[in-house]
């Protein structure tokens, strides 16, 4: 099995490179969606301890927007997608034709979150298609899972999915830049295995 | 109180009063304070996972509530806690997302991770005082050895005490 802590830069810089594919096809979703320009920064490779991860994207309260799916098929594992708050209204207002002003997350009815949802949805599935096209490989993703909470809480369970494996986290993480109306981020989270098999179908 | 000092995810720490314990977003995992009032002695586990037998690789043993449990009582008797005195209040747990067509381990992982810690306790002889798991809500938990109470904080609920 793949070895974390023996890892070369070639790999991770194929990993990076499929970070960048699959963020790349999500933000020009997005940027469709929102009629706006995003543009995301170069992905980041890395290796966190459990300590880490709850507060990589954020500080551990900060109440975030969470869509998780879970990946079988080839490649198994998780991939989340976070918004904050504001970015989450105006991700809202923009699906649905409101100009609602509250970021509360109490603020949000049934059907704004289900327009959350389905944002996440379209988002996850373009960066995961292009993931898929890339490496030729089956990616099935269930439907996604909402929550809006803290972000250490939201975090934790991709962190305890891979603490049956291993007592670090190694995740492919994207985030748009500042200079986009939306602050996201995916974090994918394949399992072990799943890592191979996608740096062997790219002949590595 | 005095200092606050940060448990992170599978991680346990032991302090003595007047200083607390926290921990900061839970999701499924659990925080469990065992303390003795007669010396103001405290520790907080803060585990990820049910069982180490089940899972190959285990070196950190904070990340499990067999192992953590174990370490966390033998810490706090290390710090000068009387064995007998010693009570516990525990929260966490909860089922942040959920899948119809998962597998029921990923699931209900909150809930075995409760009853893993509430088994652990039985076996040390530690009374559980209070508890606050399971739901669908992330928990921050601040404990005060002054009061011995557990405060928890979550989203779109008031501020309590248990």
Redesign the interface.
Known sequence: MLNLDEMNQMQLDVLKELGNIGAGNATTALSKILDAKVDMKVPKVEMVG??E??NIIAD??T?MT?I?L?LEGDVNGMMMFLLDMPSSRKLVNSMLLRDAESDD??DFDDMELSALNEVGNIITGAYLSALSDLTRLTIVS??P?L???????????P???F?????KVLLIDTEFDDLSAIKGYFVLVPDLESYEVMLKSLGL | MGEIIKV????LKVCKAPDGLTT??????IGVVIYDPSSGVCGMLHC??PDSKA???N??IY?FADTGMDELLRLVLAKGAARSKLVAKMAGG?Q???????PTD?NN?GARNAEAVAAKLKEFNIRLLARETGG?????IIFDPATYMLTI?A??VPVHEI
């Open positions: 459990f300590s991860i709850t551990e309260e109440i969470g998780l879970l997350p109490t269930s439907v899972s929550r809006i909470d803290m972000a250490a809480s939201l975090l934790s369970i962190a305890i999915e603490g049956k494996v291993a007592d | 992170g995810m599978a991680d900061l977003g839970l999701g499924s995992c990820m996972l899972i190959k690789n070196e950190n990340k909860a942040m997302f959920s899948f119809g067509s998962a990923f992982i669908n809500k992330g928990r921050t904080k989203v779109g």
